[in-house]
C-alpha cells in the first residue's frame, strides 16, 4: 500500500497535481497543511483518490483540526503540520505526542526540510514542501514494515 505525503504547497497547484500523477498507485493522499485550498481543490479534481487534511498555520479559518489520527494498513499514522508542536525548534514535543497516540509514524511539515528519521520504534516523516523546494513524499506499507521515501519534482 503507498501514501502519497504532500506538505507546504503554498499556492502551487500544479506541483500538487504533478505529484498526485507521478503516483498513480497512491490512492490516499496525506496533506499536512499549508495550501488546504489547492489540497480541497486536487480532492475534487482526483476523486478517485481520498484525501485526508490538517491545516497548516497559513490555512486560516479552517475548520480542520490540527492533529489526526488514523489507521492505514495496520499501521496507526498521527498528522499534523507541526507548528502547534514547535517542530522548527525540536521534535521532542511531536514525538512525545505521537507516542501517546501509540503511533507507528509521526508525519508533520512546517519546516520544508525533508526529514526521515527511525527512533526506537517511530518513524518520524517530513516530506518537505512542494512551494518551497518541490518535494513530497511517500509511505509503502507491506509485510508489515513501513517505508518512507522522499521525491524531488
Known sequence: MRILVVSDVHGRMKGLCQAIEAQPTARTVLFLGDGLRQAEDAALQYPDRTFYMVPGNCDFASGLLPVRQETFGGKRFYFTH????????????????????????????????????????????????????????????????????????
Open 82 to 153: 507541526g507548528h502547534i508542536h514547535d517542530v522548527k525548534y525540536s521534535l521532542y514535543r511531536l514525538e512525545l505526542a505521537a507516542r501517546e497516540a501509540e503511533a507507528h509514524i509521526v508525519l508533520y511539515g512546517h519546516t520544508h526540510i525533508p526529514h526521515e528519521e527511525y527512533v526506537d520504534g517511530l518513524y518520524l516523516f517530513n516530506p518537505g514542501s512542494l512551494g518551497y523546494g518541490g518535494t513530497y513524499g511517500y509511505v509503502d506499507i507491506a509485510g508489515g514494515g513501513i517505508r518512507t521515501g522522499v521525491v524531488s519534482l
